[in-house]
C-alpha cells in the first residue's frame, strides 16, 4: 500500500498544519504495515522568513518518506505565496508523475494544495481525503478590497473549490463551523477531528491563580504567540488595550506575518511603551514564554468567515492552565464558552469590553484536567489515522453512500459514516 501524503508545513516548520500533520503521519506510521510507504511531500520550513531553521530535502524515516521542496524565497506576501506555491505545485506534479498510489492525503488551509489533490486523485481514479483547516474563498472574499479583482477572482475560486470538494472521497473538517459552508456543495461522507493539545504541553499544566486587576504592584504579561497577518488583527485591538494597561500589563507579540509593520506603525504613532514585539521561537522556547505569562491572548478579525474557524491555538493556550483571553467570535466563541468557561471572552475589536472583563476577571484556582484529556493530540489522531485507512479497505466498484448511522459526541464533535451498500 503506498499512500501519498500532501502537505504545504511539516516538521520542523512552525505552524499548526505542521504540527498537526507531523502527529498524522506519525499516527499513520503506526498503524501501517513494514511493507507500506507514505511519501511525504512538503516543503522547506518557510512558514516565517525571519524564523530559519535546516531539515534534509529527502528523509526517510522507516516507511515514511519525506520530500521538501525549495521554495522562492518570501515574505508572506500576496504575490510571494503565489510564487512560492506554484514551485510547489509543479514539483508534486513532476514527482508524482509516473508513481502509483492507493490514497492520496492532503491537509488544506492552502485551497490550492487541495486542488492539486483532487486533479492527481482524479487522473489516477483513486480515493482522495481531505482535511479542511480553513475556508480560503470566504477568507479571501473579506480581504479583498479591490471589488473589481473580487469580481473576477472570486466566482473563479468558488468554481476550483467545488471542483476540489467533490473530488474527495471524505473530507474533515478541523471545525464544526465549516459544515454549513460546504452543505451547500458536498454532500459525502464527512468527519470533524479538530485540532488537539501536543504532548509537550501535558506537563505545563498548573492551577489557576492570576487575577486581572493588576493592582499588586507586578507588571502582569499578556502572550501572544502565532502569525501576525490580516486574519488576527491585532492592530485593531492591542494598541489601544495597552496604552490603557501601561504601568499594569506588558504585551509580548512573538510571531510574524504580513501585518506586522502595520502593528508597528500603529505602535510608534500611538507612542506606546508596553508592547514587545519578538521574533518567532522554537516550541521549547515559546514554553518558557508561557510560563513567564499571566495570560495568553489569542484574538482573530471581526470578518464572517472567522466565525467559522476554530483556531488551534485555544488548544495549546488551554493546556498551559494561564488565564486566557480571546477576541473571537461565532463557533470559536461557542466552543470556548462550551469548553473554557474560565477564560475571558470578547467581541473582537473592542478593547473596551477586554478591559472591563480584564479588571472583573477571577482566578478560580481549578485546572482544565478535563479538556486536556478530551482533546489530547495523540487521542484525535489515533481516530482519525484509523478513519484515513478505512477508505482502503472499500472495494474497487463498490458503491458508497452516506447514511448517518453513528450519532456519537466524541470531543464535542460527531462523526458520519459511510456504509456499503
Known amino acids: 500500500m503506498n499512500i501519498l501524503y500532501l502537505t504545504f508545513f ?109 486533479r492527481i486523485a482524479n487522473k489516477k481514479k483513486i480515493p482522495l481525503y481531505l482535511d479542511i483547516r480553513d475556508i480560503f474563498v470566504d477568507t479571501l472574499n473579506e480581504v479583498l478590497k479591490n471589488k473589481y479583482v473580487k469580481a473576477v477572482i472570486i466566482p473563479l475560486l468558488r468554481m476550483v473549490e467545488k471542483y476540489t470538494v467533490n473530488s474527495a472521497t471524505h473530507i474533515n473538517f478541523v471545525s464544526r463551523g465549516f459544515e454549513n459552508y460546504f452543505d451547500r456543495i458536498y454532500r459525502g461522507p464527512k468527519s470533524f477531528f479538530t485540532n488537539g493539545i501536543d504532548d509537550e504541553f ?78 518567532p521561537v522554537s516550541r521549547e522556547k515559546l514554553k518558557q514564554y508561557y510560563s513567564d505569562s499571566d495570560f495568553l491572548f489569542l484574538h482573530l478579525n471581526d470578518y464572517e468567515a472567522f466565525k467559522k474557524v476554530l483556531p488551534s ?62 482533546f489530547s493530540r495523540g487521542k484525535i489522531m489515533d481516530e482519525m489515522a484509523s478513519s484515513i485507512l478505512d477508505i482502503l479497505k472499500l472495494k474497487p466498484g463498490v458503491k458508497v453512500t452516506l447514511k448517518k448511522i453513528l450519532f456519537v459526541q466524541k470531543s464535542t464533535e460527531y462523526s458520519d459514516r459511510a456504509i456499503l451498500n
Open 202 to 279: 501535558l506537563n505545563m499544566s498548573k492551577p489557576i491563580s492570576t487575577n486581572g486587576n493588576g493592582q499588586n504592584g507586578k507588571i502582569k504579561i499578556i502572550t501572544y504567540a502565532g502569525n501576525i497577518g490580516e486574519g488576527q488583527g491585532l492592530d485593531k485591538i492591542i494598541p489601544e488595550a495597552a496604552k490603557k494597561l501601561e504601568g499594569k500589563y506588558l504585551f509580548k507579540i512573538i510571531g510574524d506575518g504580513g501585518a506586522k509593520k502595520v502593528l508597528l506603525n500603529k505602535l510608534a504613532e500611538m507612542k506606546i511603551i508596553n508592547v514587545e514585539i519578538l521574533q
Open 313 to 374: 491555538k485555544i488548544f495549546e493556550y488551554a493546556a498551559t492552565n494561564k488565564g486566557i483571553i480571546a477576541g473571537v467570535g461565532g463557533y470559536a466563541g461557542e466552543f470556548i464558552k462550551e469548553n473554557l468557561p474560565d477564560a475571558i471572552l470578547f467581541c473582537p475589536g473592542n478593547h473596551f469590553e477586554f478591559l472591563e472583563k480584564l479588571n472583573m476577571y477571577k482566578a478560580n484556582g481549578t485546572t482544565r484536567t478535563s479538556f486536556i484529556d478530551k
Open 10 to 118: 511539516y516538521k520542523p516548520d512552525l505552524s499548526a498544519g505542521s504540527f498537526r500533520n507531523t502527529a498524522l503521519v506519525d499516527m499513520l506510521k503506526k498503524k501501517i504495515q513494514p511493507t507500506d510507504r507514505i511519501d511525504v511531500l512538503t516543503t522547506i520550513p518557510n512558514r516565517y522568513h525571519s524564523y530559519k531553521t535546516q531539515a534534509e530535502s529527502i528523509e526517510v524515516d522507516g516507511n515514511v518518506h519525506i520530500h521538501r521542496i525549495k521554495l522562492s524565497e518570501h515574505k508572506n506576501g500576496f504575490a510571494d505565496q503565489i510564487f512560492s506555491f506554484r514551485d510547489y505545485y509543479q514539483s508534486v506534479l513532476k514527482f508524482t508523475k509516473n508513481k502509483d498510489y492507493d490514497l492520496i492525503y492532503a491537509s488544506s488551509s492552502k485551497l490550492f494544495t487541495a486542488f492539486l489533490a483532487a
